[in-house]
């Protein structure tokens, strides 16, 4: 049992990744449109954030040092200081939308409209990184957001057409266009392979006190929870297709993506799903929040963590604090939560090479890994990333305008 | 014999973050350092600095005069400075730098602590409590290391050959508080062109991957050169005027430079060439100088 438990750091941060609030809608509406089409862009995600990941938690187990660190050590004050605006930016919008999110779902659960719930769930969300321990937040939320497996078994009840699912996996539907296929290629990818999650991965790690010795628990981390949420996103994306996709609906609210799931698996498998919902987008909503702080205190090498008590990172809970009073006036705002991530997310693939690259170059650096430096296969896969990551990063903001977002 | 520790000011020890060896407290970061020039006219590490005074105008532009005056403002003193920390104090230096002495503590996380933090129940009391002294000032004649970077470098005839991209540092100086050597200047680190940070590709023995990015890196900053402070003619803040002309100058051999490496050393070993070929010793992340005594 406590090699499950052991696990749960990687799926809480892949779930605040991959099956978010953003990324909720974000499969259910590629898979309306797209079908099975895109479903190579968030394996690429994948395979790509198992990387990333890897790499950063191996860095914080030898070294002790959280990817911030590294971002302002090779980068330099300026540049480290672009990218942490750029991230907090990212994070404090993601936060909001994830508040948002929480409160979408007890909506769904209870009627009650959802912006009466936002400050209820902000504040539990506080005196959630308030009070209660690293470890004890990382098992609740990553176990209770494992609910969101109902999809799969969801997609296995509703009997689709797998041969019909399986063609589609090369044939884009010929009604998009090129620009619009790419653009949620771009968004998907960057749903999968989120800053945040790697900020969050690795200073949980050093929450967790991770040490050479821990590096095995490190590599099961990434490699169950990141494919985790990918094959849950897949599974989203596959239930879309089979409900959506024949009859040319489009969605674009929770509550429509939710349907396929009561198709599927009945009652019981609505209310898991909200459950999981709930669980999920709770669970990133405490990512994002505790991000926030990680990466401003890591970039001025505040005292940060929970690994003490908080009158000694004051700073560090003061940014915690401001950060999510911030998220919750936005959502209050009443600003459409979905549409705030679908941005996000395409302004983090733009920002992505900034902290990819200084993770790339300390995995390799002996003065911080010793022996334990990057092998030949992680420096392969990690070049055809960057060069990858790159190319995205400077296709991001023009594709978003040339298709007005995706429309 | 063995050599005196060599290290990159700009590679390791800026912008790296610094912890208590007492109770693994995260400090700060190296925002600058502070150097004082030695009786033979070369100058060498006195202290770490940080704090917004510091970082404020290595980040430049309006943010980081906005950083500088905001703190002046609210600091009491008529000429405030950065914190300093005595590079005497500092007891390994890797991944990061870990400090001895009393506990110290910034300004601005007692001010969060006092203001937000304790008001807030369940923030945890009675921790024991950091000393409050105000920073000390720094010593007259006090100069920072970041305003050599990026330093324009003029050979003997005026000749431009280009500009500082890191400052060689080697520890055979002054005895500090009795303890350890000083990190002395070694010389510098000159590009041709303005092509940003070296990134720890400078060091060898053949570079750390992955391979393309190295390449690239190595390619941006082909032509550079190693200047030893006994070619510096004449340095101000506007440039490094050297006493020889550029083709006496010994090219910069990348995977050559010899880093991390050595534990402190007597002063007075060492003392030849700096483009020594030799091999780099392993150099992990325990290869930190540890104090001499």
């Known amino acids: 049992m406590k090699k499950v438990f052991a696990v749960t750091l990687g799926v809480l941060t892949a779930f605040g990744g991959f099956v978010d609030i953003g990324d909720l809608v974000a499969n259910a509406l590629v898979g309306s449109r797209f079908g099975m089409s895109l479903a190579w862009v968030v394996v690429v995600g994948v395979v790509g954030i198992c990387l990333f990941a890897e790499m950063s938690g191996r860095i914080a187990a030898v070294s002790g040092r959280p990817v911030f660190d590294l971002v302002r050590e090779r980068l330099g004050p300026r540049t480290g200081l672009v990218n942490l605006v750029a991230s907090f930016f990212i994070n404090v919008l993601t936060l909001a939308a994830e508040i948002g999110g929480a409160a979408l779902a007890l909506e769904l659960a209870t009627g009650v409209n959802y912006l009466l719930w936002v400050p209820g769930v902000a504040l539990v969300a506080w005196l959630v990184m308030w009070r209660v321990k690293f470890t004890t937040m990382e098992r609740v939320f990553g176990l209770a957001g494992l609910a969101l497996i109902v999809f799969a078994v969801a997609l296995w009840q509703l009997g689709p057409d797998w041969a019909e699912l399986g063609r589609q996996l090369t044939n884009p539907p010929p009604d998009e266009g090129a620009p619009t296929y790419w653009y949620y290629a771009i968004a998907l990818l960057g749903g999968a392979?989120?800053?945040?999650?790697?900020?969050?991965?690795?200073?949980?790690?050093?929450?967790?006190?991770?040490?050479?010795?821990?590096?095995?628990?490190?590599?099961?981390?990434?490699?169950?929870?990141?494919?985790?949420?990918?094959?849950?996103?897949?599974?989203?994306?596959?239930?879309?297709?089979?409900?959506?996709?024949?009859?040319?609906?489009?969605?674009?609210?929770?509550?429509?993506?939710?349907?396929?799931?009561?198709?599927?698996?009945?009652?019981?498998?609505?209310?898991?799903?909200?459950?999981?919902?709930?669980?999920?987008?709770?669970g990133a909503t405490l990512e994002t929040a505790l991000s926030s702080g990680y990466t401003i205190s890591q970039y001025f090498g505040w005292q940060w963590g929970k690994f003490v008590r908080p009158r000694q990172a004051a700073r560090f809970h003061a940014v915690v604090l401001a950060g999510v009073i911030v998220a919750t006036a936005l959502i209050l705002t009443t600003i459409d939560p979905i549409k705030?991530?679908?941005?996000?997310?395409?302004?983090?693939?733009?920002?992505?090479?900034?902290?990819?690259?200084?993770?790339?170059?300390?995995?390799?650096?002996?003065?911080?890994?010793?022996?334990?430096?990057?092998?030949?296969?992680?420096?392969?896969?990690?070049?055809?990333?960057?060069?990858?990551?790159?190319v995205v990063a400077a296709a991001a903001i023009p594709l978003m305008i040339a298709t007005k977002a995706g429309q | 014999m063995t050599a005196a520790r060599r290290l990159h000011a700009e590679l390791?020890?800026?912008?790296?973050?610094?912890?208590?060896?007492?109770?693994?407290?995260?400090?700060?970061?190296?925002?600058?350092?502070?150097?004082?020039?030695?009786?033979?006219?070369?100058?060498?590490?006195?202290?770490?600095?940080?704090?917004?005074?510091?970082l404020g105008p290595r980040v430049g532009g309006v943010l980081g005069r906005l950083m500088v005056a905001?703190?002046?403002?609210?600091?009491?003193?008529?000429?405030?400075?950065?914190?300093?920390?005595?590079?005497?104090?500092?007891?390994?230096?890797?991944?990061?730098?870990?400090?001895?002495?009393?506990?110290?503590?910034?300004?601005?996380?007692?001010?969060?602590?006092?203001?937000?933090?304790?008001?807030?129940?369940?923030?945890?009391?009675?921790?024991?409590?950091?000393?409050?002294?105000?920073?000390?000032?720094?010593?007259?004649?006090?100069?920072?290391?970041?305003?050599?970077?990026?330093?324009?470098?003029?050979?003997?005839?005026?000749?431009?050959?280009?500009?500082?991209?890191?400052?060689?540092?080697?520890?055979?100086?002054?005895?500090?508080?009795?303890?350890?050597?000083?990190?002395?200047?070694?010389?510098?680190?000159?590009?041709?062109?303005?092509?940003?940070?070296?990134?720890?590709?400078?060091?060898?023995?053949?570079?750390?991957?992955?391979?393309?990015?190295?390449?690239?890196?190595?390619?941006?900053?082909?032509?550079?050169?190693?200047?030893?402070?006994?070619?510096?003619?004449?340095?101000?803040?506007?440039?490094?005027?050297l006493s020889v002309p550029e083709r006496d100058l010994e090219p910069f051999v990348f995977g050559r430079a010899k880093t991390g490496e050595g534990r402190s050393a007597p002063l007075g070993s060492g003392g030849g060439k700096e483009s020594g070929g030799g091999k780099e010793s392993g150099g992990g992340k325990e290869s930190g100088g540890g104090k001499d005594s």
């Open chain 1, 193 to 282: 392979m989120t800053p945040y999650e790697v900020f969050f991965f690795s200073s949980g790690g050093v929450e967790e006190h991770w040490s050479r010795r821990d590096l095995a628990v490190e590599r099961a981390n990434v490699l169950v929870g990141f494919p985790l949420g990918g094959f849950l996103s897949l599974a989203i994306a596959g239930c879309a297709a089979t409900v959506f996709l024949p009859v040319q609906a489009q969605v674009d609210t929770l509550s429509q993506m939710l349907l396929p799931a009561g198709l599927g698996a009945g009652q019981i498998g609505l209310v898991l799903v909200i459950f999981g919902v709930f669980a999920a987008t709770f």
């Open chain 1, 340 to 390: 705030v991530t679908e941005y996000s997310l395409v302004f983090s693939a733009a920002a992505l090479p900034l902290t990819y690259l200084p993770v790339l170059m300390i995995a390799n650096d002996p003065d911080y890994m010793g022996q334990k430096v990057n092998g030949r296969f992680s420096n392969a896969l990690g070049t055809v990333y960057m060069v990858l990551l790159v």
């Open chain 2, 12 to 54: 390791h020890l800026l912008d790296r973050q610094v912890i208590h060896s007492g109770d693994g407290r995260l400090v700060c970061k190296v925002d600058d350092l502070e150097l004082a020039t030695g009786s033979d006219g070369r100058p060498y590490v006195t202290a770490i600095l940080a704090g917004p005074l510091a």
């Open chain 2, 70 to 241: 905001v703190t002046e403002m609210l600091r009491p003193e008529e000429h405030p400075g950065p914190r300093r920390i005595p590079m005497a104090l500092v007891s390994d230096i890797g991944s990061a730098l870990v400090i001895g002495g009393r506990p110290l503590e910034m300004a601005l996380e007692r001010w969060a602590r006092r203001t937000v933090i304790d008001p807030i129940p369940g923030s945890g009391h009675a921790a024991p409590g950091a000393s409050a002294h105000l920073p000390e000032a720094a010593p007259p004649g006090a100069a920072r290391l970041s305003p050599l970077l990026r330093l324009r470098v003029t050979d003997a005839e005026g000749q431009e050959v280009g500009q500082v991209a890191d400052v060689g540092l080697r520890q055979d100086g002054p005895l500090l508080a009795g303890v350890q050597h000083a990190l002395r200047i070694d010389g510098f680190i000159v590009v041709p062109r303005h092509t940003g940070r070296l990134f720890g590709y400078e060091r060898g023995p053949g570079g750390y991957g992955p391979g393309p990015v190295r390449a690239i890196v190595r390619l941006l900053h082909r032509g550079s050169r190693f200047v030893g402070w006994e070619q510096v003619g004449d340095l101000t803040g506007d440039g490094i005027r």
